[in-house]
Every structure is written in C-alpha cells, then in structure tokens.
C-alpha cells in the first residue's frame, strides 16, 4: 500500500514557465516533507522540506505547498530552467521529527525545455 | 568532506555470486540507510542501522545482508545473487534528530 504517491510520472514544461510537481500521502501520521532531486547516474540530493505546522516553505526559485486537510503537497520552481531537469521524489516523515525512516514516492521525471 | 561514499561504483554477478557493497560516511552520522531504485518503483528501503552494531529491516530485505561494525560504515551483502537484485543501490545516512538524509552515489549491480 503506497502511503507516498506520485501520481505522475513524468512532467514537461517549458524554460521560464512554473513546473507544478504533486504529492499526495495516505497516513495522517506523517509530520514533515522533503523533496529530493535526481540527476541520472548520481544519488539523491536533499532539496526543500516542509513541516506540517506550516503550509508553504519557500527557497529561492522552489516553493512547498502542505495541504494537510487534503493530504496533499506541491513543489512549485519558478521560473523553471533546463538544468532543474531531474527525478523528484517526495518524502514524509513520521511523528516524531528525527524518525528513524521516510517513505519515497516514486518520483516524477520533469523535463525542461529550452 | 567526502560525505557518503560508495564502493563499487558498478558490479556485474553471474546468479549465484556473492559480493558486499560498501557505503562509508565522514559526517558522524548515526542512521545508515540501503535503498534500491528501479525503474517505476522509487527508492526502496532494504536494511537499516540506527547506530553501531545494530540493523534492522526495512521494506525489501530479503536475499540482503548487512552489518554495522564501525559507526562509520555500512556493508550490505548478496549472498547469492539472483537476477531481481539487478538494480540501482544508494546508501544514505542521516543525525539522530533530523529527518535529511544524505545519499551516496549509487552502485549499479547487474546479475546475469
């Protein structure tokens, strides 16, 4: 049972425009998001994070939106460059923070097109 | 810093083979993570270690095994290679207290 979901797999926007990434989660037990992003043929890298106390996180070109009644995240990057083409994966936390594991997504592959 | 560092960078087994791949930090961390990636299925959790001497399973484990005999590294072992372990392994690891996990660079492991 996929508590993390990513519902797309995949994702194209153009240079410039706003790329919008989605995640939804199924256990209210979950207390903080992360995204991390992949580049091919390297490992993850830890990107923006949100707790759920709060409902929007911001970091330069990348925005988390928590929508916790709908269970519901979103990654905003504005403006989307060729270079933020990658693998995302959403990640959640239980309660405690400092839990001893996270659940992936299965990640969404956003493609930037110059 | 190095960070999280992982040996072999690529490995290909014949069905039956063993190996041990080898994921070492510098960070002082104490939880150590394996994960898997395939295609479609995201990161899987196979083993992890919440300090020194200590491991526990995760969400695919089976056919793995590993051991934590030094804080600063953590080994995960085939003992008998099979074809379904084809795959993409990351290590990670991350403080007692924070939910960010550092992830290494991968080791792609086909078994023929």
């Known amino acids: 049972d996929q508590q993390v979901k990513q519902n797309s797999p995949s994702l194209s926007v153009q240079e410039g425009r706003i790329s919008i990434l989605n995640c939804d989660y199924t256990?209210?037990?979950?207390?903080?998001f992360l995204w991390y992003k992949k580049y091919p043929a390297e490992g993850p890298t830890f990107l923006i994070s949100i707790s759920s106390i709060k409902d929007k996180n911001e970091d330069g070109r990348f925005t988390v939106f928590l929508n916790k009644s709908a269970k519901h995240l979103s990654l905003h990057i504005v403006p989307s460059q060729p270079g933020d083409s990658a693998v995302y994966f959403c990640a959640a936390s239980f309660i405690p923070r400092g839990s001893e594991k996270l659940v992936f997504g299965k990640g969404t592959k956003l493609t930037v097109n110059p | 810093n190095a960070g999280v560092t992982q040996t072999p960078k690529f490995r290909v087994l014949k069905t039956g083979q063993s190996m041990t791949l080898l994921c070492a930090q510098d960070?002082?961390?104490?939880?150590m993570y394996w994960y898997r990636q395939d295609p479609g299925m995201g990161l899987r959790l196979i083993h992890y270690s919440v300090g020194e001497g200590t491991t526990a399973k995760g969400e695919v484990p089976d056919g793995y095994n590993v051991s934590r005999l030094k804080k600063q590294n953590f080994l995960l072992g085939l003992e008998s290679a099979a074809p379904s372990q084809t795959s993409v392994y990351f290590c990670?690891?991350?403080?007692?207290?924070?939910?960010?996990?550092?992830f290494g660079p991968g080791t792609r492991l086909t078994v023929l």
């Open positions: 990670a690891s991350k403080n007692r207290g924070s939910d960010t996990q550092y």
């Open positions: 960070m002082n961390h104490e939880y």
């Open positions: 256990n209210s037990m979950f207390d903080y």
